[in-house]
């Protein structure tokens, strides 16, 4: 199997260099459809994410495919992009290295956060779109599923994916439900209006059904950010009162200094709570909340540091986590190449076999139609004769060619059989 | 009938159990949480299967002696266990749990097996009596376990270094829970169990005299009463008290009284003691002679 992987990703190129060649899906539909007409005889799939944008063609014929420069150059082309432009930021994979690069682009080992869940489902959408265009076939399919394959092995077999890494994620998925059994039901406090409030409380959202009450000095913002998530805004001064009834406090104020000291919480808040756990996270640079007020009790206060090394936490045991992931991917790129080729190469040794055991059996009747006096034991005596004869011929041949399959250089042997054998596929 | 099954096989079962749930290098085999399952529901069943048999020899096993009751007490939380096995799949419920099981075996490997006196009374107040303060004891570990998760919990997050651990523990708002109900249930429990013992004397009051205030179990087990009562009212009566820390530092208290009466009960017990005499005056000769034997015997 010819396969080729020409493209750019977070590695290489920064996000304006990607933007270049970045494709929308309609895009991605016309510009298979076009390359298809251009390179008949390749299968082609194109994968177009925030990270990377990456051509992957394949065919049959090891010298039916297109180059690399022309697979680059109709990628350019298409986006109407000068060379220049690009000038060190595309990458080109071939073969074993190709097969490798897909197989941990869908694993996820190449994404900017390593063991981001999404690229799985990206890769998936890129195959079946190539697949409604027509643009794939059977080379292609059998290494998107093996990719598939390996990712769902990754993803089962370390826990790589299992740790979060996003501050919203870290916040309420590991942290906040150490605290409450659910969401549902919880009141949710929002102070200040900044955009890591909004998509905290997304991921709060999609995690349980909490009461949410925003409480900002601009009441246009404060309004706006409560209608969309269905809460109810609070003007400034019922900030006391919010905080006795709330349960998760997000803050995210632009304060320049901190709006809660523990000296205010002890005098407005802790007496009405009656100890009532309290968790705060406290997102705003500079802090919103005193650190003081984490030592009362039942409060349980985080800063956008704390948060941020917990994440760090998460990315390093990701990272040791690699090395059970890279040994999937090898094991899995090993086993998708050895049934490649074992694809490839079974026609051909068939005929082979046939090729000389039709001859044989032939022979063998002639012989044994000539000397009707020879009694069971001597021509089964002879049928083995033959039958080792024969085999002892294959070997060498067929060895030699397992040799080169397992290499990848099977496809002159193959050729050559092919021609000294008039065998057919 | 001997099924081979004995102490040892559920002990070593749970203890598997235990060791997959503790944080270390068992704590990343790749199985473990179906080896736990496995290990731990197989202990149950032996342990079930022993129990039971205890009752096809002498029907009055389960609460009869100290023995049984503390094996019964033990499988009570091992089945609470396995049942949190299925409710909270990802926490480490068995680090605390399983302790506790292991430690009421043990308990029972070191009691009497011989029938306690009480059983002299009617049976139907002996039994409730016996049941109500079996479930009294189960309610106030749960408390006492739930408590020490909160505040082990409680801890973790004021320090911020819950999310490195992988000792995974329930929720705040869930142990909080657990440990409120088991107060309250224990409170109940306890007093009832207090209640038919005192009936349960009374109702021999005519032959043995008056009530042996003075014993030390009577006496600790009142003490024990008085604090979960008072403990009760304290949480229904303060706010503060109903959630946070001060619910699982009540809990704690309870379980030191249970001590209390643990220890009384093994060291200086004259009215539920399982000694020869009032033993062989308290039940048929037959039944105390088909008393398990201790560690590592078959049932």
Known sequence: ?????????????????????????????????????????????????????????????????PAAPDLVEALLTFRNVPKTQLEGHLTTFEGREAVEHLFRVTSSLESMVIGEPQILAQVKQAYQQACDVGST?????????????TAKR?????????????????AIADLASCVFESFNDKHVLVLGAGEMAEETLRFLQSDGNPHVHVVNRSLERGQKLAESFNGEFHPWEKLWDQLVLSDLVISTTAANEPIVSADDFVEHVEPRRHQRPLFLLDLAVPRDFSPEVGDLLGVYLYSLDDLTEACQRNQSARAAEMPAAEKIVDQETARFLSESSHRATAPVISGFRRGMHEPKQAELERLFNKLPELDENSREEIEQFADRLVNKMLHPPLESLRHASQNGTHHGLLDALKRLFKLED | ?????????????????????????????????AVCLLAASAGVLAHTWYLGHRVSEMPMA???????????????????YVGGLFYYPRSSLGAFLLPAVLALIGVSWFAATKPIVSFEAPRVWGLVHGVLLLLGTVAVLLGFLAGLMYLLQSYRLKHKTSGGSRLRLPSLEWLERVNSRSLGAAAMLVGGGFITGVLSRLALENERGLLPWTDPVVLSLTAMLCWLVVAEVFRLVYPAARQGRKVAYLTIAAFVFLLLVFASITWSDTLHSSDAEVAVRATKPSIADTAAPKFGGSA
């Open chain 1, 137 to 149: 076939g059977p080379q292609l399919h059998d290494v998107f599923q093996s990719a598939l394959r």
């Open chain 1, 1 to 65: 199997m010819n396969l080729q992987m020409v493209g750019c990703t977070h590695h290489e190129a920064n996000l304006d260099v990607r933007q270049l060649l970045a494709f929308d899906p309609q895009e991605i539909a016309v510009a298979l459809q076009a390359w298809q007409s251009r390179f008949p005889q390749s299968e082609l799939v194109l994968l177009s994410t925030c990270n990377r944008v990456e051509l992957y063609a394949a065919s049959s014929n090891p010298s039916g495919g």
């Open chain 1, 154 to 170: 990754v993803a089962g077999e370390t826990s790589l994916h299992q740790h979060r890494v996003s501050i919203p994620s870290v």
């Open chain 2, 1 to 33: 009938m001997d099924s081979g099954i004995n102490l040892s096989c559920f002990t070593t079962c749970y203890a598997i159990a235990l060791v997959l749930e503790l944080p270390g290098r068992w704590s990343q085999f790749r199985y473990r949480r």
């Open chain 2, 62 to 80: 389960p609460l009869a002696s100290h023995h049984d009751w503390s094996l019964l007490a033990a499988w009570l939380l091992a089945v609470i």
